[in-house]
């Protein structure tokens, strides 16, 4: 047990560091993708995407890892655990829970988008004329 409250002692720590407690808005999403190479998790389980998933949308370096299946995804994370990984969802409910899992597995640079991922595709889209 106590090398479980040294671990979470670590992440809370690391999430005091950043800016909001490492939940972005779409600007530093964009900011983190397109400038320091992060990859994005689409986690929303498959009954709460409408229309098209990240991945399908087209945004570099998305993923669709649907949180009920998540665990069949690990291998496409990067083996560099400094690498920014943001994850999304509808509410955040599903992403803040990945959240928590990747950093238990040793990822330092993990961030929640503070809103829907819709609205991040939107973004996308406009930005793409798609």
Known sequence: MKDIKE???IIIDNNKQKENLAHVDI???RELLMDAGAILLDVRPPAK???ENA??????NAYYTPYPE???YLDILPNDKTIPIVIACVKG???NRVKGYLEMIG???VYVLDTNIADLMEVHYAHTKK
Not at 55 to 60: D, K, L, S, T, Y
Request: no cysteine.
């Open 49 to 51: 995407v409408e229309g």
């Open 107 to 109: 990822y330092s640079n």
């Open 7 to 9: 671990q979470l002692s």
């Open 55 to 60: 991945q399908e949308a087209g945004i570099e």
């Open 93 to 95: 409910w599903f992403a």
């Open 27 to 29: 600007h530093k999403t």
């Open 70 to 72: 998540f665990a069949n």
